[in-house]
């Protein structure tokens, strides 16, 4: 009989903590964490919560972690044009490529939750993995014999997947830059729409026209600041944000909004938020718990904003519960977007980079333009490198300036902002070398590059050779 209720015992503990975990993995909850398999990236960390967001399928396998890779990060390969693209793994002609690196799926490279083999990009491979393929790569190119094969991608020559600013073409078209070009102007800051562009009507507003019922109106320092502001000059009074176009009655007011009202005109801006790691716990389809319709024990619950005491990088300690939102930048009511420009960024960052900024040569020009000395579009602040400048044009064939705002996105890997940003002021090789030097860009570029990258030094004597030949035919 002792038997039989121990039995009982067990097998009701064994269902129920069975039960349990189930419910835990599909819907969520608090104690999701336990089931964390080892320490996130730096890409993901943030997000480690919402375990969907990469296991789309809780039994789809390595095509549901596929699906999870290419949703985030799908736009961005293309944008890349990606040198590795998953459409030439899938070409039988290169099976036998596949049978030493299956490059078809994301995680061949890029294991999740292995810390202890987790390379820089989030590589979990050896870094000699370009040998796999590439093995007899100087029998074509000379110059790369005798280099050891985990040099391929940590000399500053190439990248897996983007290498837009490394293509030979591209180095041998701008490997004679100067340093410094002649003329030092960050592209699109004087841009002006073309003069037969259509423009929207706006009437500027001021502060008597600010049409917040009385008992919404809040400080006087609102609206002062609202009048100021390059909302009220482009004629959006204080309904155009507090009051949801899809809402449920006609009073309806929202006391602070948040992002998806942002989304409403900055459509743009707000999508490319989530995408960075500023923004990206915002990111719609994100959750940590969802409701269940048996027990009810589960809510639908998201991902609360990114705080600086969920980063890995150093921040100050006053903000560390500082939720992060458009506001939180721009700050509500003032937009004010000099501010959002750098004063935002030192609120909260505290690594050396970020503190070298005040002392650096491209701060220099911010203080030069705004004395007058130098002309509008001088001056080098956080927002010039990390959220550039972009010409787009929308539904209706409208030319206009956008401005990312994933801050992260020309950063993997760095050579991406040579063609964003750096171009537009610095020569080719004086950039890359830049970028290759880690001691240079934790002083925030006080000095000249102590390292050199020699991609450009062998294509010069590849155009010099062809030129001999040439001259020999």
Same mark, same amino acid.
């Given at each position: 009989?002792?038997?039989?209720?121990?039995?009982?015992?067990?097998?009701?503990?064994?269902?129920?903590?069975?039960?349990?975990?189930?419910?835990?993995?599909?819907?969520?909850?608090?104690?999701?964490?336990?089931?964390?398999?080892?320490?996130?990236?730096?890409?993901?960390? !943030?997000?480690?919560?919402?375990?969907?967001?990469?296991?789309?399928?809780?039994?789809?396998?390595?095509?549901?972690?596929?699906?999870?890779?290419? +949703? @985030?990060?799908?736009?961005?390969?293309?944008?890349?044009?990606? #040198? $590795?693209?998953?459409?030439?793994?899938?070409?039988?002609?290169?099976?036998?490529?596949?049978?030493?690196?299956?490059?078809?799926?994301?995680?061949?490279?890029?294991?999740?939750?292995?810390?202890?083999?987790?390379?820089?990009?989030?590589?979990?491979?050896?870094?000699?993995?370009?040998?796999?393929?590439?093995?007899?790569?100087?029998?074509?190119?000379?110059?790369?014999?005798?280099?050891?094969?985990?040099? @391929?991608?940590?000399?500053?020559?190439?990248?897996?997947?983007?290498?837009?600013?490394?293509?030979?073409?591209? =180095?041998?078209?701008?490997?004679?830059?100067?340093?410094?070009?002649?003329?030092? =102007?960050?592209?699109?800051?004087?841009?002006?729409?073309?003069?037969? !562009?259509?423009?929207?009507?706006?009437?500027?507003?001021?502060?008597?026209?600010?049409?917040?019922?009385?008992?919404?109106? &809040?400080?006087?320092?609102?609206?002062?600041?609202?009048?100021?502001?390059?909302?009220?000059?482009?004629?959006?009074?204080?309904?155009?944000?507090? !009051?949801?176009?899809?809402?449920?009655?006609?009073?309806?007011?929202?006391?602070?909004?948040?992002?998806?009202? @942002?989304?409403?005109? $900055?459509?743009?801006?707000?999508?490319?938020?989530?995408?960075?790691?500023?923004? %990206?716990?915002?990111?719609?389809?994100?959750?940590? #718990?969802?409701?269940?319709?048996?027990?009810?024990?589960?809510?639908?619950?998201?991902?609360?904003?990114?705080?600086?005491?969920?980063?890995? =990088?150093?921040?100050?300690?006053?903000?560390?519960?500082?939720?992060?939102?458009?506001?939180?930048?721009?700050?509500?009511?003032?937009?004010?977007?000099?501010?959002?420009?750098?004063?935002?960024?030192? #609120?909260?960052?505290?690594?050396?980079?970020?503190?070298?900024?005040?002392?650096?040569?491209?701060?220099?020009?911010?203080?030069?333009?705004?004395? *007058?000395?130098?002309?509008? *579009?001088? &001056?080098? +602040? @956080?927002?010039?490198?990390?959220?550039?400048?972009?010409?787009?044009?929308?539904?209706?064939? +409208?030319?206009?300036?956008?401005?990312?705002?994933?801050?992260?996105?020309?950063?993997?890997?760095?050579?991406? %902002?040579?063609?964003?940003?750096?171009?537009?002021?610095?020569?080719?090789?004086? +950039?890359?070398?830049?970028?290759?030097?880690?001691? =240079?860009?934790?002083?925030?570029?006080?000095?000249?590059?102590?390292?050199?990258?020699? #991609?450009?030094?062998?294509?010069?004597?590849? %155009?010099?050779?062809?030129?001999?030949? !040439?001259?020999?035919?």
């Amino acid at each position: 009989m002792r038997n039989k209720l121990l039995w009982l015992v067990w097998i009701t503990a064994t269902l129920m903590g069975g039960g349990a975990v189930a419910a835990t993995m599909h819907y969520g909850g608090d104690f999701r964490s336990v089931f964390l398999i080892g320490k996130t990236t730096s890409g993901h960390h !943030q997000i480690e919560m919402a375990c969907d967001a990469c296991h789309t399928d809780m039994f789809g396998g390595i095509d549901a972690l596929q699906k999870g890779c290419v +949703t @985030c990060h799908g736009d961005e390969l293309k944008a890349a044009n990606d #040198s $590795h693209p998953r459409s030439k793994f899938i070409d039988p002609r290169n099976a036998d490529r596949v049978a030493v690196l299956d490059a078809r799926y994301c995680v061949t490279c890029h294991r999740e939750h292995q810390p202890g083999i987790t390379n820089a990009m989030a590589v979990t491979l050896p870094t000699d993995y370009c040998a796999l393929c590439h093995q007899d790569i100087a029998k074509n190119r000379p110059s790369h014999e005798g280099l050891a094969f985990d040099t @391929c991608g940590n000399s500053g020559c190439h990248n897996f997947h983007d290498n837009r600013a490394l293509y030979e073409d591209f =180095l041998e078209k701008r490997h004679g830059e100067p340093d410094f070009k002649e003329v030092l =102007l960050v592209a699109l800051s004087n841009w002006t729409p073309p003069a037969d !562009q259509p423009k929207p009507e706006r009437k500027a507003l001021r502060a008597l026209d600010a049409d917040a019922p009385a008992a919404h109106r &809040g400080a006087l320092k609102h609206t002062a600041d609202w009048a100021a502001s390059g909302h009220a000059a482009a004629g959006v009074n204080c309904s155009g944000c507090h !009051q949801p176009r899809k809402r449920t009655r006609p009073d309806e007011w929202v006391a602070a909004p948040a992002a998806k009202e @942002c989304a409403a005109c $900055h459509t743009a801006e707000a999508k490319t938020f989530t995408e960075g790691k500023h923004g %990206m716990r915002q990111r719609d389809g994100l959750w940590v #718990s969802r409701k269940d319709d048996f027990l009810g024990l589960f809510e639908d619950k998201g991902l609360p904003p990114m705080t600086p005491a969920l980063a890995r =990088l150093p921040m100050k300690d006053d903000v560390h519960a500082t939720a992060l939102t458009c506001n939180t930048c721009h700050g509500a009511h003032k937009y004010d977007v000099k501010f959002a420009q750098v004063d935002a960024c030192e #609120s909260c960052h505290a690594d050396d980079h970020t503190k070298a900024f005040r002392m650096s040569p491209h701060n220099s020009l911010v203080d030069r333009e705004a004395s *007058g000395d130098l002309p509008k *579009g001088s &001056g080098v +602040t @956080c927002a010039t490198c990390h959220m550039p400048k972009h010409l787009v044009r929308d539904d209706y064939g +409208t030319e206009k300036v956008f401005v990312t705002h994933n801050q992260n996105d020309n950063l993997r890997p760095n050579e991406k %902002m040579i063609r964003t940003v750096c171009a537009d002021c610095h020569g080719l090789r004086f +950039t890359i070398d830049a970028l290759a030097d880690p001691a =240079l860009i934790k002083n925030n570029f006080k000095g000249k590059p102590a390292h050199h990258v020699e #991609s450009i030094d062998w294509v010069e004597n590849r %155009m010099r050779e062809r030129a001999r030949r !040439q001259q020999q035919q």
